[in-house]
T-cell receptor
Framework: GAVVSQHPSWVICKSGTSVKIECRSLDFQATTMFWYRQFPKQSLMLMATSNEGSKATYEQGVEKDKFLINHASLTLSTLTVTSAHPEDSSFYIC?????????????FGEGSRLTVL | AQSVAQPEDQVNVAEGNPLTVKCTYS??????LFWYVQYPNRGLQFLLK??????LVKGSYGFEAEFNKSQTSFHLKKPSALVSDSALYFCAVRDQSGTYKYIFGTGTRLKVLA
């Protein structure tokens, strides 16, 4: 149980285009989803926290107009990288929280590697 | 502010030997601590957590971790390492001040040598 599906796994796009990454909790309802960015050989950087039906809370330094996050349902959150540029190339990972308590573990998607040419 | 530190970028251990991956934490209040593992180009997988109770926590794949309040540590251990344990390991603490965000350490790359 507690499976999180993230799609696409790999995406290559041209500079200036937008890319949407989907994160779905397959067998549970995720009250909160977190979006992380991971640079090579580095830790995870939290980009934003999204709660179903409300606006995402972005971390300091993350451009909310560039990284659009939507959490339209309890099983789906999307991250759209708008007008992507080569510096946006990275590994993006979503994580879902069941929300049963504040002591629970996160369930991670498999990650999406974005390459912007 | 809550934080975790993983002092080692990489740990090398021979197959069959015991392994330890270190983590220290700094929190206000009760620490809620987690270990996750990441294989190349994959998301993170939950290994174990400490919330309360016994200081020795057992988790997936034969891993365990020891919570030490006096040393503010939560080291990950395994009695006998496997080559397949080679991966990136992250220690994390869950913020209890209201945001409930997870704060991850910088990660430790474990390499088990055959």
């Amino acid at each position: 149980g507690a499976v999180v599906s993230q799609h696409p796994s790999w995406v290559i796009c041209k500079s200036g285009t937008s890319v949407k990454i989907e994160c779905r909790s397959l067998d549970f309802q995720a009250t909160t989803m977190f979006w992380y960015r991971q640079f090579p050989k580095q830790s995870l950087m939290l980009m934003a926290t999204s709660n179903e039906g409300s606006k995402a809370t972005y971390e300091q330094g993350v451009e909310k107009d560039k990284f659009l996050i939507n959490h339209a349902s309890l099983t789906l959150s999307t991250l759209t990288v708008t007008s992507a540029h080569p510096e946006d190339s990275s590994f993006y990972i979503c994580a879902a929280d069941r929300g049963r308590s504040n002591t629970g573990e996160l369930f991670f998607g498999e990650g999406s590697r974005l390459t912007v040419l | 502010a809550q934080s975790v530190a993983q002092p080692e970028d990489q740990v090398n251990v021979a197959e069959g030997n015991p392994l330890t991956v270190k983590c220290t934490y700094s929190v206000s209040g009760n620490p809620y601590l987690f270990w996750y593992v990441q294989y190349p180009n994959r998301g993170l997988q939950f290994l174990l957590k400490y919330i309360t109770g016994d200081n020795l926590v057992k988790g997936s794949y034969g891993f365990e971790a020891e919570f030490n309040k006096s040393q503010t540590s939560f080291h990950l251990k395994k009695p006998s390492a496997l080559v397949s344990d080679s991966a990136l390991y992250f220690c994390a603490v869950r913020d209890q001040s209201g945001t409930y965000k997870y704060i991850f350490g910088t990660g430790t790359r474990l390499k088990v040598l055959a």
